[in-house]
């Protein structure tokens, strides 16, 4: 088996047209409710979410801002 470069730290904000999310948000749901692993490229890194990844929603507020995540969690194997 081919050893694997560790993955760097990241902590990207990729900003949307709205259909364009929507149509992420729609690939992502489908691949939730079938239970099937979801693929996406955020700023020219391909990222592969397993199908028992954490979901949760979070909300912020800080002053006069507020924001909603919607966000999916999962651990990487380094073997």
């Known amino acids: 088996m081919a050893n694997r470069k560790p993955k760097t730290e990241r902590d990207i904000e990729k900003g949307y047209p709205a259909l364009q ?3 992420k948000l729609r690939r992502l749901a489908d ?3 079938n239970g099937r692993r979801f693929r996406i490229q955020i700023a020219g890194e391909r990222i592969s979410i397993p199908p028992d990844a954490i979901i949760n929603i979070e909300h912020e507020r800080e002053g006069n801002h507020e ?3 919607f966000q999916l969690k999962w651990g990487n194997c380094t073997e």
């Open 21 to 23: 999310f929507v149509a």
């Open 31 to 33: 691949c939730i409710e």
């Open 67 to 69: 924001e909603v995540e």
